[in-house]
């Protein structure tokens, strides 16, 4: 899905994916010393389960950690959304974190749905979380204290490991890039200049990642 910019969908891991999932197995066997305690929670669509399968660790799916609702826009491309509803696209952009899609979520619903994963993770060590890039987004959002503006446009990178270690003061964040010999597909769409529902096609899709 990724590759070719459509968004949503449960879809299964490309080579890529499997690739990534395998350096990630190795990563973790080599923290075992360390982690000897290690869990891992995943959503409950194939590619976070297919991901984690490999690592020596018990695994845990969450509903709650599925990736966030994009209703009558799952498994569309932003050109796609624009084509069949450029109402929709120009008013998410507007208000990315309280726009809802048709039959689908929104970021302030998906950070209500996290409140129970986010409990369990302060009260808990060594737990390893694949999920989905919205869902790390509220994630990072929570234990690094972004506001509510800049939640939905947090970079998460792939083919990487977001380390999250309790300080006194927040949270440190250790980025851990894997898989450095296997291309990433660039998923961050940054919010365009022109948001208003006038808009011409090229300004609504001026900030889309190149994909298939």
């Not at 929670?41 to 799916?61: H, V």
């Not at 250790?174 to 296997?182: A, F, K, M, N, T």
């Not at 200049?193 to 096609?201: A, K, M, S, T």
């Amino acid at each position: 899905m990724n590759i070719q910019g459509r968004i949503g969908g449960d879809g299964e891991l490309t080579d890529s994916g499997v690739k990534y999932s395998q350096a990630l197995a190795k990563f973790f066997d080599e923290q075992k010393k360390d982690m000897p305690n290690l869990r891992v929670w995943t959503s409950q669509l194939q590619r976070t389960i297919q991901t984690a399968q490999p690592i020596d660790a018990p695994c845990e799916p969450w509903t709650a950690l599925n990736e966030l609702e994009a209703g009558d826009c799952d498994g569309l491309t932003y050109e796609q959304i624009q084509e069949k509803f450029p109402l929709e696209l120009a008013l998410r952009d507007q208000d990315k974190f309280h726009y809802r899609y048709p039959r689908g979520e929104s970021y302030e619903d998906l950070v209500a749905r996290l409140e129970p994963v986010i409990m369990e993770l302060e009260r808990q060590a060594d737990i390893l979380v694949v999920c989905h890039q919205a869902v790390a987004r509220c994630l990072l959002a929570y234990f690094l204290d972004k506001s509510y503006d800049e939640l939905p446009y947090l970079e998460v990178p792939l083919h990487a490991v977001l380390k999250l270690t309790p300080t006194a003061y927040g949270c440190n964040v250790e980025r851990i890039p894997l898989c450095g010999d296997v291309p990433v597909v660039n998923t961050h769409r940054i919010k365009p200049p022109v948001v208003d529902i006038e808009r011409r096609v090229e300004d609504a899709l001026c900030t889309v990642p190149q994909h298939q």
